[in-house]
């Protein structure tokens, strides 16, 4: 639906999702993130894509468009993930006009779909920032991990620390079952089992998923992803929802057997995870880093297969201020002022920013 039109650029948004793939497919560099089967899988709101055009140039930025309780406004947000704009040009190489003329494509977008402030969490391997540096800016938040799979395997390898190697080596030599699931019923067992782990790890809501979204990820009319399990004879241990986009591939979300961590078959897995993305011809196997951005214990473990790292950055933008700040006051006494957490006045009212991960943090 065309929303406005100008004798030197154009912007609109895209509800469709023909005209979205499009979009998409003819961009240079994009994820699974980006895809419009991806985003219909959000239930916080609605999906859209805000896009602008100038002669042969467009961006393409994929966005969540939510209710804001108590209130007739709306706000901004991306799919958990790495997501951010998208160019059939490198957006590093457009014109200051180009930037200029966005920015004031995108204030007018937020102005008429009645949007208070915008967040999106980047992706680490597209050159984003400096589209978005004048719009609010640009945040680091913290570091994320990954291997270069066009190292060779042998040098992939010595880049393990040490007493992993021995670790993988021995997993090895354990004759598990290493295999991509080929039924509903192991999609529904790894369901449990990664259900089982975030009721032992005390894991907030969002981390919790349905049945249907794993189904959802791994329809090969939309997706090219894979479920990978590994095996004890016919005892399903571990296993990882893995994403596979045109040069990354990543563990999207894990799961270990409790009466196997001891083992931790998750080392042969990311292991393995690396090897298939080698075999896919793949450029990087993106682990990812901390939780909300912090070097925890999930980026130690991170760390072990890696020491290649890149900054992880978030992009956050408050359009209307005086709104903003009255939504945070109605919020209450609970909201903690010196939190990173964005937009501050959707900050869980018992905020444990350690074991948060969602799309504001």
Known sequence: MLINTFAVFRFFAVRSKVEWE?????????????SWAYHQLNSSGEALLFVYEEGPVFIAL??????????THFDLTSVYGYAGP??????????????????????QFMEMENCICVFSRLHPFIEQASLLNNIGGVHENGKTIYMDLQ????????????????????????????????????????TDMYRQ??????ASVSYYF???????????????????LIYDG?????????????????NHLSATAADYLSYSPSKLLTDEISRI??????????????????????????????DQQIEDRIWCYIHNQPLYDELVKKRGAGVNNGSTFFPLYRQPKTETISKIYSDEQ
């Not at 782990?197 to 005390?202: E, Q, T, V």
């Not at 959802?216 to 479920?227: H, S």
């Not at 016919?234 to 990543?250: D, K, P, T």
């Open 22 to 34: 499009d979009y998409i497919a003819r961009s240079l560099r994009h994820d699974v993130y980006h």
């Open 62 to 71: 994929p966005l969540i468009k939510r209710e804001i309780e108590g209130s």
């Open 86 to 107: 998208v160019s059939n040009k490198e957006m590093s190489w457009l014109d200051s006009h180009n930037a200029h003329h966005f920015k004031k494509a995108f204030l």
């Open 151 to 190: 190292r060779t395997l042998e040098e992939q390898v010595r880049g393990y620390e040490k007493r992993l190697s021995r670790q993988i080596r021995k997993l090895r030599e354990m004759n598990y079952t290493i295999r991509e699931a080929s039924d509903l019923l192991e999609i529904k067992e790894f």
């Open 197 to 202: 782990n975030m009721d032992r790890l005390k």
């Open 210 to 228: 349905e049945e249907s979204y794993f189904h959802k990820l791994l329809d090969p009319l939309e997706f090219e992803n894979k479920l990978i």
């Open 234 to 250: 016919q005892i399903m241990i571990c296993g990882a929802l893995v994403l596979i986009s045109g040069e990354i591939i990543r």
């Open 277 to 306: 993305g080698r075999q896919l011809n793949k450029k990087v196997f993106h682990l990812g880093g901390g939780v909300g951005g912090k070097e925890d214990s999930l980026f130690k473990f991170k760390s072990y297969f890696s």
